[in-house]
């Protein structure tokens, strides 16, 4: 341990903070520095840390999040205190809801002015208010306490369900000291972080007994099963038991989207006639209709491998639930199945291939299609066939209508690569994630964003060019929210704009431009393509201004039924 502020014999906390994670083989921190722990940061880079710092806390949070996701380490989010706190504080409620593993460390005012509520610089009593959006929440009041606090972070963050943990650092707490030898004995190194977790033999076997009995079985591969790393056993369960699977958004990739088992293209008609559905790491929360109602159709029996338990019987009723970690889970049906497993019908899986292709069909006749000014489907098509040169490139996709037709144009070909709005359906993960997921793997990414959902975190191109990373954000630009031709409802004020408008042509790309990115603004998907092979080829910091049909889009994308219309505004 280095310790030039201190007599040799002494630490502080600001060292045994770094310490710590280092010892636990953490190397990267996001946040944004000011007071208390401006330091705190300087220290890390000084002893061999990467500190990535960003122009809003959000997106250094939702940067180490979507690393927890990549790399089953929690990813390290460093704020200031009050405001700080709060705007990482999102990013910590979005991973906890994700189950990505993530330590949000914050510095904060004195206990004893903030429990006084004596009006401190930037008061906040910041545990209390994380508790309820963390999967744990710790303060460590005490310099000799922190090996052992910043383990049960760690262990908390990546154990069981992974999620979001608060780590609160009192400003006095940093500057405390400790001798030396001392300070080293309390650093822990946290032993088998993930442990797995073996399922009850009964319930592997009580899981092979329902598939046995199948007529149209199904397999739903959820981000749980990508998040798990175990690859290998899942595409061996899905390929030796023959039965055709759809993947959720993240979990795309997982086996390629070009699988000829994959039912993505059968989506609905799979959903409403399987009878036997196996959940892997994937919630029937409201990305899958609660499990129940139309888009399920015929009465089904689910099985379902979670780690959590109490993820079962959450909104229907569970045959054979199997807990477990999912490596550990499937690894247990895999081995079930060679004993006499049978394949599923040709009826199932023809009748499936049939509506595959007729999808398909029509699917290829709208994208071949060139309209101008180009629409959502014809820049896609320039976007897909280009990244089919890339299969180990990083994709981040949000927006309304841009992530929904993203989602069913763009295919994947890896694992853990597809990185979008998640459990919330939230706009603003783009540039966070886009900057964590390059930082991790060190490769490019593309993040397609729709304009309104840029902006939440557009300011992080300044941090993109930065660092230098290879990122390259294409802006679907269509003037607004949803669209970009709605009417202002004011009868008072003419010249006010629509609710759902922006600035009509905004140049997107010029924004990278006054950071000494590259700025491209195209209109066509020959453009967008060239473009678009251009700035992956650089490797340099790049935004595509692509130009779409304001009209294009509809409200909501394909959420219409969740947002709920006025009879007075309703068309
Ligand atoms: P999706 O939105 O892709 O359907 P969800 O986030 O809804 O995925 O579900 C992920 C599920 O995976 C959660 O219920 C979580 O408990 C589970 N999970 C996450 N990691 C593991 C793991 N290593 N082993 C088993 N289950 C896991
Ligand atoms: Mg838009």
Aim: glycine fraction near 10%; hydrophobic fraction near 40%; charge should be neutral.
């Amino acid at each position: 341990m280095t310790n030039d502020t201190q007599s040799p014999s002494l630490t502080d906390g600001f060292h045994l903070v770094i310490d710590a994670l280092k010892h636990n083989d953490i190397d990267t921190i996001f946040g944004l520095v000011g007071i208390p722990i401006t330091d705190l940061a300087r220290l890390a880079q000084a002893e061999g840390m990467r500190f990535i710092g960003f122009r809003h806390e959000q997106h250094a949070g939702n940067a180490a999040a979507i690393a927890g996701y990549m790399t089953q380490k929690p990813g390290i989010c460093l704020t200031v205190s009050a405001p700080g706190f709060l705007n990482g504080l999102t990013a910590l409620a979005n991973a906890t809801t994700n189950c990505f593993p993530m330590i949000l460390i914050s510095g904060s005012s004195e206990r004893e002015i903030v429990d006084l509520q004596q009006g401190d610089y930037e008061e906040m009593d910041q545990l209390n208010a994380a508790k309820q959006y963390a999967k744990a929440a710790y303060r460590i009041n005490k310099a000799e306490d922190i090996g052992i606090g910043i383990a049960r972070a760690i262990r908390a963050a990546v154990s069981g369900r992974p999620g979001g943990v608060y780590l609160d650092l009192p400003a006095q707490l940093l500057g405390q000291s400790l001798d030396a030898a001392l300070g080293k004995k309390s650093l822990v190194k946290v032993v088998d972080p993930v442990p797995r977790q073996i399922p009850a033999p009964d319930s592997v076997k009580r899981a092979l007994d329902l598939l046995k009995g199948a007529k149209r079985p199904l397999i739903l591969l959820g981000k749980g099963a990508a998040y798990a790393q175990a690859d290998a056993d899942i595409r061996a369960f899905v390929e030796k038991s023959g039965i055709p699977y759809l993947p959720m958004s993240m979990a795309k990739g997982l086996l390629p989207d070009t699988h000829v088992q994959s039912a993505s293209a059968a989506r609905s008609y799979v959903l409403a006639e399987a009878d036997v559905v196996v959940l892997i790491g994937a919630r029937l929360n409201w990305l899958l209709s609660h499990g129940k109602g139309k888009t399920w159709g015929a009465p089904k029996q689910f099985i379902q491998i979670d780690i959590s338990p109490t993820e079962i019987d959450s909104n229907v009723a569970i045959a054979a639930p199997v807990i477990g970690d999912i490596g550990s889970c499937v690894a247990a049906l895999l081995a079930g199945l060679d004993a006499g497993h049978s394949k599923p019908s040709a009826e199932w899986t023809g009748a499936i291939a049939e509506r595959k292709d007729k999808n398909l069909t029509k699917m290829a006749a709208t994208l071949d299609q060139n309209p101008s000014p180009m629409n959502f489907h014809s820049a896609l098509r320039a976007i897909r066939d280009v990244l089919k040169t890339h299969p180990d490139i990083n994709l981040v996709n949000e927006g309304a209508n841009t992530l929904d037709y993203a989602r069913s144009i763009i295919d994947q070909y890896q694992p853990r690569k597809r990185f979008d709005s998640g459990t919330w359906g939230i706009m603003g993960i783009g540039m966070g994630y886009a900057i964590g997921a390059a930082v991790t793997s060190g490769l490019p990414v593309v993040a397609i964003e729709g304009d309104s959902a840029f902006g939440f975190s557009g300011m992080e191109l300044e941090t993109i060019c930065r660092y230098q990373l290879p990122i390259v954000t294409i802006v679907f630009n269509n003037n607004g929210v949803y669209k970009g031709c709605d009417a202002n409802l004011n009868p008072n004020v003419k010249n006010d704009v629509p609710v759902t408008a922006f600035v009509k042509g905004a140049r997107y790309d010029k924004m990278i431009e006054a950071f000494g990115g590259i700025g491209y603004h195209v209109a066509t998907p020959a453009e967008l393509t060239k473009a678009l092979t251009e700035a992956i080829a650089s490797g340099k910091p790049a935004l595509i201004n692509a130009v779409i049909d304001e009209a294009a889009g509809t409200e909501s994308g394909r959420l219409t039924t969740l947002n709920p219309k006025s009879g007075a505004t309703k068309k």
